[in-house]
């Protein structure tokens, strides 16, 4: 039932991705997450930033630490960017996701596999059930994706599974909210424009049951069998992104969520 859910869903959000303008190719690609121009540029700034604290914060240093290129497991890798970035700079990595289209999904991914010169390779699978073994993997970094998680116990299990000892499990761009009662009064906000947002397609993109957000309550709870710490990296982003929840306190609306760095090691 779930994997017929998750296919719906799947086929229905590269249509709403690629009107959205989320499609890239060539150069545009291989540029990501540096992309300068078109109405997107301002959402990649954000990624961009959080992109570069996670190799200051976490590669490089775990690059040093061990003496030898890293392994990477992307978790979400949508069209490979963040995979092919890790590769170009020397490390394998493994660009993972339950989406194949060519609109973002692994389809994409293929034009950077041919460039990465054998240090990249595409996995369609879930985060929830890697199809890899114990303790391959030096990182596993949840790319803009964790909050695609319907057990997020379950993806922890699996990212910690294929983790070596001592490696690091990072969160990349997925919303978080210091307070329960923010998160769920944006997923209230979201059904209750769904069809503005997605047309005739809001009962399928709603259809499977997501987290939607994360809490640092969220990650302790779903954490705890794994013995998961996390720690919170700020990331200094743009002003304007920075200055959102002064804007809201002005408008009287919700307190917007943050992204940030979240990394954890796994004892």
Same mark, same amino acid.
């Given at each position: 039932?779930?994997?017929?859910?998750?296919?719906?869903?799947?086929?229905?959000?590269?249509?709403?991705?690629?009107?959205?303008?989320?499609?890239?190719?060539?150069?545009?690609?291989?540029?990501?997450?540096?992309?300068?121009?078109?109405?997107?540029?301002?959402?990649?700034?954000?990624?961009?930033?959080?992109?570069?604290?996670?190799?200051?914060?976490?590669?490089?240093?775990?690059?040093?630490?061990?003496?030898?290129?890293?392994?990477?497991?992307?978790?979400?890798?949508?069209?490979?960017?963040?995979?092919?970035?890790?590769?170009?700079?020397?490390?394998?990595?493994?660009? =993972?996701?339950?989406? #194949? *289209?060519?609109?973002?999904?692994? &389809?994409? !991914? /293929?034009?950077? %596999? @041919?460039?990465?010169?054998?240090?990249?390779?595409?996995?369609?699978?879930?985060?929830?059930?890697?199809?890899?073994?114990?303790?391959?993997?030096?990182?596993?970094?949840?790319?803009?994706? =964790?909050?695609?998680? #319907? *057990?997020?116990?379950?993806?922890? &299990?699996? !990212? /910690?599974?294929? %983790? @070596?000892?001592?490696?690091?499990?990072?969160?990349?761009?997925?919303?978080?909210?210091?307070?329960?009662?923010?998160?769920?009064?944006?997923?209230?906000?979201?059904?209750?424009?769904?069809?503005?947002?997605?047309?005739?397609?809001?009962?399928?993109?709603?259809?499977?049951?997501?987290?939607?957000?994360?809490?640092?309550?969220?990650?302790?709870?779903?954490?705890?069998?794994?013995?998961?710490?996390?720690?919170?990296?700020?990331?200094?982003?743009?002003?304007?992104?920075?200055?959102?929840?002064?804007?809201?306190?002005?408008?009287?609306?919700?307190?917007?969520?943050?992204?940030?760095?979240?990394?954890?090691?796994?004892?």
């Amino acid at each position: 039932m779930i994997e017929a859910t998750l296919e719906r869903f799947g086929e229905a959000y590269a249509v709403h991705r690629e009107a959205e303008g989320r499609r890239f190719a060539g150069a545009e690609l291989a540029g990501l997450p540096y992309l300068t121009d078109g109405p997107l540029a301002r959402q990649w700034s954000v990624r961009a930033r959080t992109f570069e604290s996670f190799m200051r914060r976490v590669v490089r240093p775990e690059r040093c630490r061990l003496l030898r290129p890293l392994s990477i497991l992307d978790l979400g890798a949508g069209n490979g960017w963040l995979s092919y970035r890790a590769a170009i700079e020397g490390d394998t990595a493994i660009a =993972l996701d339950i989406r #194949t *289209d060519a609109v973002d999904g692994l &389809g994409a !991914a /293929a034009a950077l %596999v @041919r460039q990465a010169e054998g240090r990249m390779r595409c996995l369609s699978a879930s985060f929830q059930a890697i199809p890899l073994e114990d303790s391959c993997v030096d990182v596993a970094v949840f790319n803009a994706s =964790l909050h695609y998680a #319907t *057990d997020l116990e379950a993806a922890f &299990g699996e !990212a /910690a599974r294929t %983790v @070596r000892k001592g490696g690091c499990i990072a969160i990349l761009d997925s919303p978080f909210y210091a307070r329960e009662g923010n998160g769920l009064s944006m997923v209230r906000e979201k059904h209750a424009h769904a069809v503005d947002r997605f047309g005739e397609a809001a009962g399928i993109l709603l259809e499977p049951r997501f987290i939607e957000f994360l809490t640092p309550e969220r990650l302790a709870a779903s954490s705890r069998a794994w013995d998961l710490h996390w720690r919170r990296h700020r990331v200094a982003y743009p002003l304007w992104y920075e200055l959102r929840p002064i804007r809201a306190a002005f408008t009287r609306r919700r307190r917007p969520s943050r992204f940030d760095l979240w990394v954890a090691r796994r004892p």
